[in-house]
């Protein structure tokens, strides 16, 4: 910036040099423009700084506002968080396949889950069946589960019901089966090697793979135990 | 909404870059855009720097001029937002040298600062006077004749533009500025 223009803006001239530098900024038109270039560049810079003091009272005045178009940001995070909790939730819920269903023969009183009944007409728990056969699995696993407040078919009805669970091919279902299925490995009865069968099978369908295998193993290393051949087709295959 | 995305932000800024090169009009639109940012930017950077009011204007005014003088010498080449940014921490830093009577040798070493510094702002700043005068004379001309001496004489906009803007000949905004010129003289005098 040029010294004397500074000067004589800032008041820091002589009458006398005032009066000599006001006839030298009329007889020079670069000087001329350099005082209005400072006196434009001042005058910018202080409309800027009214700007922001108008900016910042309107923002600041009620705390500091929060833009809409953040609210609206925020909003539609939320609704795709929902959405995707949806998505997540169905699918998680949504049968698929159980990776193991061809381990997953297991005898019905009187027959296989594939052949016909001949004795169910006997049997206390013959709607559970009956439900089960028709591969109506829920509603087999519901009735199973009525059955369980009997003292007499607790095992038995825990066993078949953890069965069911697992045969819904859905993830929620099959961790209900677990402890079901645990409940009967908890007293010595008749059912369990195929509560610790099928706990096995439901461990691996929910990717806890490490307890799958140690209980895979247990069958494998147990010649009495009915599984034990398959156990070991499976530590063969699927690990 | 915290730290963007560059690949959204990239797209943005050349956009930026091509409208602040470009016609009067496409220039005024990119300086829009890049005020709020700069408002926001400034207040929280003077927030973070416990700046008043006052010196935060201060910051947002110096910076928004060295992006015009920088933008007039064609010195913004990549990223205006980037550019913005910057100009706005350093300017800062400079405030607080000179507010906070420190001055740093680098981000880690601070000193008090020297005599020489205040001896150097006289012979370069307007003083409070210097300032007076001239926010009198330019509140007290008219206020198409400020505009004018704003266009031309900060913005560096050719006669030709100007009169492009105004749909006027170049002459006639060549008398204007000269009145315009006659009347700050005659109230700074």
């Known amino acids: ?239 | 909404m915290g730290k963007r995305f560059y690949i959204f932000d990239r797209g943005k800024e050349q956009k930026l870059l091509k409208l602040l090169y470009g016609n009067e009009r496409e220039r005024n639109e990119a300086f829009s855009i890049l005020r709020k940012d700069a408002l926001k930017y400034c207040f929280i950077r003077g927030k973070k720097l416990g700046f008043n009011s006052d010196e935060t204007s201060e910051l947002y005014g110096e910076t928004m001029l060295a992006f015009c003088e920088s933008l007039q010498k064609q010195g913004i080449d990549a990223s205006p937002t980037g550019y913005l940014k910057t100009i706005i921490k350093n300017k800062s830093v400079d405030k607080l040298k000179k507010t906070k009577g420190l001055i740093f040798i680098n981000t880690e070493q601070i000193e008090l600062s020297t005599v020489e510094d205040e001896k150097r702002k006289d012979l370069m700043e307007l003083n409070e006077t210097g300032i007076k005068k001239v926010l009198h004379a330019m509140e007290n001309i008219n206020p198409l004749y400020k505009t004018l001496i704003h266009s031309h004489y900060f913005l560096k906009m050719s006669l030709a533009e100007i009169a492009m803007g105004q749909n006027a000949s170049p002459e006639v905004i060549k008398t204007q500025l000269a009145r315009a010129r006659e009347a700050i003289r005659k109230l700074i005098k």
């Open chain 1, 1 to 239: 910036m040029n010294k004397d223009i500074l000067k004589y803006l800032n008041g820091q001239m002589s009458p006398d040099e005032r009066e000599a530098f006001s006839q030298r900024l009329d007889s020079d038109e670069s000087l001329s423009d350099e005082l209005m270039r400072i006196v434009a560049r001042e005058s910018y810079k202080q409309d800027l700084k009214k700007e922001y003091r108008t900016w910042e009272s309107e923002n600041t005045q009620t705390g500091q506002k929060i833009p809409l178009r953040k609210i609206a940001q925020i909003a539609a995070g939320l609704v795709l968080l929902v959405g995707l909790s949806v998505v997540l939730i169905h699918y998680l819920n949504k049968p698929s396949h159980l990776i193991l269903a061809e381990y997953m023969d297991y005898p019905l009183p009187g027959n296989h889950r594939s052949g016909t009944a001949t004795d169910t007409e006997q049997n206390p728990m013959s709607d559970a069946f009956d439900a089960f056969r028709e591969a109506h699995f829920e509603k087999a696993a519901q009735l199973f589960e009525g059955y369980c407040t009997n003292p007499a078919l607790t095992t038995e009805s825990n066993l078949y019901a953890g069965i069911s669970l697992l045969w819904t091919k859905k993830r929620t279902n099959i961790e209900e089966a677990v402890p079901l299925f645990q409940s009967i490995l908890a007293t010595a009865n008749d059912r369990n090697d195929a509560a610790e069968w099928f706990l096995a099978i439901a461990r691996y369908e929910l990717k806890e793979k490490e307890e799958a295998k140690s209980l895979f193993q247990e069958i494998a290393a147990n010649p009495n135990h009915f599984k034990c051949q398959q156990a070991k087709a499976i530590l063969e295959v699927h690990f």
